[in-house]
């Protein structure tokens, strides 16, 4: 630990005063080739100068691929936007289109090696690692319960491409290593497309000896002496012939120093690697960067962590039920309003479903230009026919078509500006629009919420599956009503579609109409 801290001293030395760099040249050198040098949160960090693709860096020869036995996570996405399940197998099936997930500060993924090894280097490729810089750190165990902080970085930012950290600690022996992701530049959001763990194999240790390991050598008898009058030499003694080893291609073989050893010197023939130098700081038992979640937090699987878009978060069905507000990112490109049962009362009449979306569900909708907005009727027995007036100028924008229950309006792109809505018939229906003037639609999403008893929430899941909507997220919350087929508990289901919103409407019907609410 000592000689980084001293490396370490030296690279600072060299950044804060350029003139002591001139009195070791070389060493300056050294780091010009090697690092760049760059401040995070105040603190200067070093990285490599190109770091575009693994195949840029040069390995030790003895620094291989390890097999990996098992992989596991702190948790996963259920479903992404695509459909698939990002489960943490996907970090190594070699395709750049899966990817684990999870959301959280905090989330981690734990790879367990087909054997124990000398870690020396790890490949991650981060989802949309061209757009995002990661905070992650690296620890590693060798029983997979104690894990050891090996290092901490950042991802590079500008490549979706397998990204190489190379460690330096010949000491570095595990059989688990764990990557832990604090968030990322856009959002909390863990995403991890591939994983290459590089380690050594562990030498073996001979025991020390006590005598010298020399190969044992027979000893020759001189042929009996025939008495003669004249002496008679004997034969000289030839030496067994001993074959020639050839060197085999192996991780060489630790032999500690012997007790007494009677043989000559023997230069070794295997010499040991060259010394790299480090691609990332060397590991340190202390993290010099401020405290942040602890490494080893217990397993959590979030229950409804918002979904990823590209382009935004679709608000979670519980900031839609507190703030009566939906605000939706550029991916989506048509809403559904839903009108609930009792709409038309007003919230002093406290016969609503919910207090702050009593009218329309989201009583405030934010929505980028160019997205499509329609309403969908969930009140029975009675007829409900919209006024959306721009806010500004008094004139009225929209007059939707008059809708029974179960059905819906037309469909309406209303230009950037505030709308206020109202009905022809129940005055004390309100709700307001907000078409964004910077934000335009660039995806092909449909969205909307619908409120539903809790407890047939499984069958109602079922039935948006079975329409072709995707449930993003729920919110289980209890109604305090007068009126009994609403009173209990309810549950607001966030959902969402890549059905044209003029088909998507149509599929609500039968769902709608199933509702107890009366």
């Known amino acids: 630990m000592k000689k980084y801290n001293r490396f370490l001293f030296l690279v600072l030395l060299v950044m804060a005063f350029p003139s002591f760099a001139a009195v ?31 195949a840029n860096f040069d390995l030790p020869s003895t620094c291989t691929p390890s097999q990996i036995d098992k992989v596991g996570a702190s948790g996963y996405d259920l479903e992404d936007l695509d459909g698939y399940n990002t489960t943490p197998d996907k970090t190594i099936d070699k395709n750049a289109n899966t990817r684990w997930a999870n959301y959280g500060v905090g989330s981690f993924i734990q790879y367990e090696l087909k054997s124990s090894g000398t870690i020396c280097g790890i490949d991650i490729s981060w989802y949309r690692g061209d757009a995002r810089t990661y905070d992650f750190i690296v620890s590693t165990s060798q029983d997979g319960v104690k894990f050891d902080n090996a290092f901490f970085s950042k991802s590079n930012g500008t490549t979706n491409s397998l990204e190489r950290y190379l460690i330096s600690d010949s000491n570095l022996h595990a059989k688990y290593v764990r990557i832990t992701v604090n968030g990322n530049t856009e959002n909390q959001w863990a995403g991890i497309t591939e994983v290459q763990i590089l380690s050594q194999s562990t030498p073996p240790i001979v025991p020390p000896a006590t005598e010298c390991p020399c190969l044992p050598v027979t000893p020759v008898n001189p042929p009996p002496v025939i008495p003669a009058v004249t002496p008679v030499n004997p034969p000289p003694v030839i030496p067994p012939v001993i074959p020639a080893v050839t060197p085999v291609n192996q991780p060489p073989v630790i032999i500690p120093p012997a007790t007494k050893c009677p043989c000559p010197d023997v230069t070794p023939i295997i010499s040991p690697p060259p010394v790299v130098a480090p691609i990332i700081l060397p590991p340190a038992t202390e993290c010099p960067c401020p405290d942040v979640t602890p490494v080893n937090p217990p397993p959590v699987t979030p229950v409804n962590p918002p979904p990823e878009t590209g382009n935004g978060n679709i608000p979670s069905a519980q900031s839609v039920y507190e703030t009566g507000t939906m605000a939706l990112p550029s991916a989506v490109k048509g809403v559904i309003i839903a009108i609930p049962d009792e709409g038309h009362h007003p919230n002093s009449d406290e016969v609503t479903i919910s207090s702050k979306n009593p009218s329309y569900l989201p009583t405030n909708l934010e929505v980028p230009s160019g997205t499509s907005i329609a309403f969908v009727h969930g009140d029975p027995n009675h007829v409900h026919e919209g006024t959306v007036t721009d806010a500004s100028s008094g004139t009225v924008a929209w007059q939707t078509t008059a809708v029974k229950h179960p059905g819906g309006s037309d469909v309406k792109v209303l230009p950037a500006g505030t709308y206020d809505v109202a009905d022809e018939e129940y005055p004390d229906m309100k709700g307001k629009i907000t078409v964004s003037n910077n934000v335009a639609s660039a995806g092909n999403l449909v969205v909307g919420g619908l409120f539903v008893p809790t407890p047939s929430l499984e069958k109602y899941k079922s039935d948006f599956a079975k329409a072709g909507f995707n449930v993003l997220s729920t919110h289980d919350f209890v109604t305090e009503s007068d009126q009994k087929d609403i009173r209990g508990p309810n549950t607001l289901i966030i959902y969402s579609t890549t059905t044209p919103i003029d088909q998507a409407i149509p599929k609500l019907f039968p769902i709608i109409k199933s509702l107890p609410y009366k």
């Open 24 to 54: 070791i040249p070389a060493f300056s050198g050294l780091l010009a080739d090697i690092y760049a040098v760059q401040p995070i949160d105040g603190i200067p960090a070093f990285f490599p100068r190109s770091q575009p693709d693994s």
